[in-house]
């Protein structure tokens, strides 16, 4: 981005530099889109009551529940692990420093070392229970507000198997939404008899990476309820998994488990804004800058420097600094989709004290010689007019530090004298007299 800001003076004139730079003009505060797009309010499992002690705990997630799921209360303690399938379980790093830490992130009962897509919490799902006829388990949330009938609705989510837990790996996952509840038991079958959408995603082996999965569903209207996993009474296609890290043979555990993060469901037409750090600029060392163009809710923002991403400025949109030297702020914003983006502005800060330019020779023939008596900021150039005020010539200037002067040829100028002023886009900063004579 161009620097926003201004020096000045001219060649023989000296003077302080002007600085009155009104910053909030150069760039626009996106302010009008403030209502929540994701209807899903807790998509990433981060806001919890309370961190989770053990399994089936994932009505600790604040506005989830499980679906059809055994009463864990009525089943012999000591039956086969699978008799507790039906419970769907909550990981968070808020487990890492207790005894709980089997539901730690990224380290667990289930996983190797798993970190969570976005934040630190997800949850874990048996997708497919041989056992239950291929069946697996459901989870629940209740829309932030109901589907308006004939809108189309973007649905997005993120998974990846656990090599500890699985045995089979799938290729299709189901997606409900209802306008009451499928909170029910094993026994009841109170279940749609198909999905909403029935999504093929192929098989989902991937140890290391989440795939992140996207379909639309177009709206009956009044849906209140979205609900994501696998339990139609239909057959699963599903590959055989093998991972050193297996915990059960085929002997005793015959399932897919899956860990699920960053659930998204939203207006397919709700816009969205990418990271938006605001224009470079000029600053007077001492002064103060605001950065960020917009404030939204549903979104993350994070500043920090370049290079040390773990060591986080501020996580307000916008942004108040007073940097002692030129300084790059890099902003990373993640939205309701859990997308993230990236942007950059430079703030360049110079002592503002009078600024002074000598043109020489002068009256001169082939060149003229430029200097100044300090650094002339990046993206700064020289542009010459002559006497009716015409643009005749532009020349880019690439000072450093040791690097004061600027010659250029004047060899296609003709004779007459000419108005040389140094300038960031449309702020003149400085101004000096040029003879030509042939």
Same mark, same amino acid.
């Given at each position: 981005m161009q620097v926003a800001g201004l020096l000045k003076n001219s060649n023989i004139i000296s003077g302080r530099m002007l600085f009155a730079l009104p910053l909030?003009?150069?760039?626009?505060?996106?302010?009008?889109?403030?209502?929540?797009?994701?209807?899903v309010s807790n998509g990433s499992f981060e806001d919890i009551y309370f961190c989770p002690e053990d399994r089936t705990d994932i009505h600790l997630a604040k506005d989830w529940m499980a679906t059809f799921s055994v009463n864990i209360d009525t089943? &012999?303690? !000591?039956?086969?692990?699978? $008799?507790? /399938?039906?419970?769907?379980?909550?990981?968070?790093a808020c487990c890492c420093e207790t005894p709980y830490d089997w539901w730690c992130v990224p380290n667990n009962?289930?996983?190797?070392s798993q970190d969570a897509f976005h934040g630190s919490a997800y949850a874990g799902l048996v997708l497919y229970a041989k056992f239950l006829g291929g069946r697996g388990e459901v989870i629940q949330t209740k829309l932030a507000e109901p589907l308006m009938k004939d809108s189309v609705y973007c649905v997005n989510f993120h998974i990846i198997i656990s090599p500890k837990a699985s045995n089979f790996a799938i290729q299709q996952i189901e997606v409900y939404f209802t306008k009451d509840t499928l909170l029910t038991s094993l026994v009841t079958y109170t279940f749609p008899d198909t999905p909403s959408v029935d999504i093929h995603t192929g098989i989902l082996n991937d140890t290391e &990476?989440? !795939?992140?999965?996207?379909? $639309?569903? /177009?709206?009956?209207?009044?849906?209140?309820?979205?609900?994501?996993?696998?339990?139609?009474?239909?057959?699963?296609?599903?590959?055989?998994?093998?991972?050193p890290a297996q915990l059960w043979d085929t002997t005793v555990g015959l399932i897919s488990y899956y860990f699920f993060d960053a659930i998204s469901v939203y207006p397919c037409n709700a816009p969205v804004y990418t990271a938006g750090a605001g224009e470079d600029r000029l600053l007077c060392l001492g002064d103060a800058t605001t950065l960020g163009t917009h404030d939204l809710e549903q979104y993350e923002y994070f500043w920090f420097l370049p290079g040390n991403t773990t060591d986080t400025l501020s996580k307000q949109a916008l942004f108040s600094v007073v940097p002692t030297k030129t300084t790059t702020y890099v902003l990373q914003v993640t939205?309701?989709?859990?997308?993230t983006t990236w942007d950059t502005v430079t703030v360049y800060v110079e002592n503002c004290g009078p600024l002074e330019m000598t043109i020489y020779p002068n009256p001169t023939t082939d060149k003229a010689t430029f200097a100044f008596n300090r650094t002339i900021p990046e993206q700064a150039e020289l542009r010459i007019f002559d006497m009716a005020g015409k643009l005749v010539s532009v020349h880019p200037l690439r000072p450093d530090e040791q690097d004061r002067e600027f010659t250029i040829s004047i060899i296609s100028l003709a004779k007459g004298v000419y108005t040389c002023r140094v300038a960031f886009g449309e702020t003149e900063i400085v101004t000096g007299k040029l003879v030509v004579y042939k």
């Open positions: 909030f003009l150069s760039f626009f505060l996106f302010t009008s889109d403030t209502t929540a797009q994701n209807l089943v &012999n303690p !000591t039956y086969n692990q699978l $008799t507790h /399938i039906s419970e769907i379980e909550l990981y968070h009962v289930y996983s190797v &990476n989440w !795939t992140r999965i996207s379909t $639309t569903y /177009i709206a009956k209207g009044g849906e209140q309820f979205f609900s994501l996993g696998t339990k139609a009474l239909k057959s699963m296609e599903v590959e055989r998994f093998f991972h939205d309701f989709k859990f997308i």
